[in-house]
């Protein structure tokens, strides 16, 4: 069994920083991309930045040069740092990793459960 396990959001004001971090837990072999995607009330989820196990990162242009998105393999976690925080931001933000279980050859896809990121003065 594998959990992915989110943490770091909150309320926070305009102009002001979060970050966010997704430990995964359980059988893992490896982990190869990983990314946070998020959804605002009544909004599709969207993808916000993406990090291969090797290769560039990638981000949606909303959030380019405020977001920075990192992992620490020895650790299994995702990063995602959040400056210049903006109202617009304001969505549940999720992780997702490609994940391949001990003893398996095929990666699986996986979500955290969310954390609510509100961005208000």
């Avoid at 196990?53 to 976690?77: E, L, M, P, Q, W």
């Amino acid at each position: 069994q594998v959990q992915l396990v989110e943490s770091g959001g909150g309320l926070v004001q305009p102009g002001g920083s979060l970050r966010l971090s997704c430990a995964a837990s359980g059988s893992i072999f490896r982990i190869n991309a990983m990314g946070w995607y998020r959804q605002a009330p009544g909004k599709q989820r969207e993808l916000v930045a993406a990090i291969p196990s090797h290769g560039r990162t990638n981000y949606a242009d909303s959030v380019k040069g405020r977001f920075t998105i990192s992992r620490d393999n020895a650790k299994n976690t995702l990063y995602l740092q959040m400056n210049s925080l903006k109202p617009e931001d304001t969505a549940v933000y999720y992780c997702n990793e490609d994940i391949i279980r001990s003893g398996e050859l095929s990666p699986y896809n996986y979500w955290g459960q969310g954390t609510q990121v509100t961005v208000s003065s």
